[in-house]
């Protein structure tokens, strides 16, 4: 497994990174308590010391279900978790409707807003040290921005967590450029990434972690098991999952995707690895891009995605597989 420190830290993380949204249940079409704990071990057994979750992941089964599978191994991890996301209160920006399944148009379900106020801070991180079962939390990380809170109040309550000693490094995840140097001290920033999704290039977020020694953490870096080549055209879904509305789930996308993966099988072959785990190393082998949160819903899974972080690219495989999306899908 390849380690990097997390910006200009201490923390030293596996560059695959346990993501724990699916955990949850949120979203995904559920998932099963024992079957998490169980991807958990499998994924720190095979050389992952990064997990990343949320309260808003199951408001808050994902954080309950890590602090169960970390009895004993706590200090061997390197945790990971958000605040700003609430749903027991109306302040801030309001995001969307949910229900314990997924996002609705319902307006009499739970209204997510996104939150910043310092109180509020001070509140999510007791809940989340109380979930986890700890009494510090490594990476604490503000979920999406708020825009009715100014940065300056967010930054002051968080920097006062870190003095406390219950929080160890602050970072931002879906931030912009100019909202990261408002923030100033933090040392990551995590943002949906992936071969199809590279808006972040575009607008500067990579490029300015790279030059600021900001680690960049990327989230569904498998476009959430798209890159896997394991999803056929005629997958169904279940009730809540994210992926119903998502056009790149489309039978026709799916169709040119797996073509896709199945022109990558030479490569494949040559490392040893899966299409997943060659994406994967493909993602934290761009400049910039320090860690992938890869999802998991069994150990299998887990195992897998842990695999990739011992993958070693050449240029010209690189160049290999940029020739071969160009191909199906244009240049990103």
């Not at 099963?32 to 704990?37: L, Y």
């Not at 509020?120 to 990380?141: F, G």
């Not at 789930?249 to 040893?272: D, Y």
Request: glycine share 10%; with cysteine.
């Amino acid at each position: 497994m390849l380690y990097r420190k997390i910006g200009n830290s201490e923390l030293n993380a596996s560059v695959i990174a346990l993501g724990t949204w699916v955990m949850g249940g949120w979203m995904w079409g559920g998932a099963q308590e024992q079957e998490s704990i169980s991807a958990i071990h499998a994924g720190l057994d095979a050389g992952i010391n990064f997990l990343d979750t949320a309260p808003i992941y199951g408001f808050g089964i994902s954080e309950q279900i890590i602090g169960k599978a970390l009895k004993g191994r706590r200090d061997k991890v390197i945790l990971a978790t958000k605040c700003g996301m609430r749903w027991d209160i109306e302040k801030g920006d309001f995001a969307f409707m949910s229900n314990r399944t997924g996002v609705t148009r319902n307006e009499s379900d739970m209204k997510i807003y996104k939150y910043l106020g310092s109180e509020s801070i001070m509140l999510e991180v007791e809940r989340s040290l109380k979930n986890l079962e700890t009494d510090y939390i490594d990476l604490y990380q503000t979920h999406w921005q708020d825009s009715t809170t100014p940065i300056e109040e967010t930054m002051t309550a968080l920097s006062k967590l870190k003095e406390q000693g219950k929080i160890r490094e602050i970072g931002v995840s879906n931030a912009t450029v100019e909202q990261m140097k408002i923030y100033g001290a933090i040392v990551s920033d995590q943002e949906k990434y992936n071969m199809f999704m590279r808006k972040k290039e575009e607008q500067g977020n990579v490029s300015y972690c790279l030059e600021n020694t900001i680690a960049f953490l990327a989230y569904s870096p498998l476009a959430q098991g798209l890159l896997t080549g394991k999803i056929t055209p005629d997958r169904k879904f279940n009730e809540g999952d994210v992926r119903i509305s998502n056009p790149l789930f489309s039978p026709e996308n799916l169709v040119k995707v797996n073509k896709f993966c199945g022109e990558l099988k030479p490569l494949t072959e040559e490392h040893s690895c899966t299409v997943g785990q060659l994406c994967s190393a493909w993602t934290f082998s761009r400049p910039g891009i320090t860690h992938l949160l890869c999802g998991a819903r069994t150990p299998d899974q887990a195992v897998e995605n842990a695999m990739a972080g011992d993958i070693t690219l050449s240029a010209a495989d690189i160049a290999s597989i940029d020739a071969l999306f160009g191909k199906w899908f244009g240049k990103a």
